[in-house]
């Protein structure tokens, strides 16, 4: 799986767009770029995944570079339960997801 | 629909003492997975089922740790003796579709401090 490489923390004034980045210049072909996030003492949650195009769903939008070198993870209007650990990963294949440390967002009110 | 459950969600015991993990996954769901995560990291795998089968348990430390999963449905993940390091919060995720799907649903885990 692609190594995937985030900033360790991001603030975020509540109500405004959390733009969270991930570089992943290794990623090959055929290797997805799916996002978790882990709110305090849950486990992960999936958030998005995807390959070349951008993808939104009801929780963020992702945008892929077109080289697919890196991405952002859009949150449009943070509120403060949206404060987590964010996890960028490339994934293909029979292999598992590898978490890294991610990205520990803190929405501010 | 009912998520992953896991049991217990704190466990405290002294080192060299034994400990078992429960886990349910969601119904329906033939792949299953037991992480490891460590204060301030991402969670690591320790074994994962397709079904009864265990398929990659290569970072399952074996001297002590175990797990079953003897139905294809739920499984219990054991530490005999437990250790210091062994602290940690012990995570179950369940997938309907294999590895290549990369959409896990996880519980919210099973935090144990060996003292």
């Known amino acids: 799986d692609a190594k995937t490489t985030q900033p360790p923390s991001m603030d975020c004034a509540e109500g405004r767009a959390a733009n969270l980045p991930c570089n992943h210049s290794?990623?090959?072909?055929?290797?997805?770029v799916y996002w978790y996030r882990q709110i305090h003492s849950q486990g992960p949650q999936y958030i998005i995944h995807?390959?070349?195009n951008n993808e939104t769903n009801e929780m963020a939008s992702l945008i892929i570079t077109e080289d697919r070198k890196s991405s952002t993870l859009i949150l449009p209007h943070a509120t403060l339960r949206d404060t987590a650990v964010y996890y960028c990963?490339?994934?293909?294949?029979?292999?598992?997801?590898?978490f890294g440390k991610g990205t520990r967002l803190s929405v501010i009110a | 629909e009912a998520g992953v459950v896991q049991s217990p969600r704190y466990k405290i015991i002294e080192k060299k003492q034994p400990v078992a993990f429960w886990c349910n996954p969601i119904s329906g769901h033939n792949t299953l997975y037991w992480y490891l995560q460590n204060l301030g990291q991402g969670p690591e795998l320790l074994i994962r089922y397709e079904n009864e089968e265990a398929v990659d348990d290569s970072q399952l430390p074996k001297d002590r740790f175990s797990a079953e999963r003897l139905k294809g449905v739920d499984s219990t993940l054991k530490i005999q003796p437990a250790e210091l390091g062994d602290s940690a919060v012990y995570l179950c995720?369940?997938?309907?579709?294999?590895?290549?799907?990369?959409?896990?649903?996880f519980g919210e885990g099973s935090r144990l401090t060996v003292l």
């Open positions: 290794t990623i090959s072909g055929n290797e997805y």
């Open positions: 995720a369940s997938s309907p579709l294999g590895t290549s799907n990369g959409e896990l649903f």
């Open positions: 990963i490339g994934h293909s294949g029979n292999t598992p997801l590898v």
């Open positions: 995807g390959l070349k």
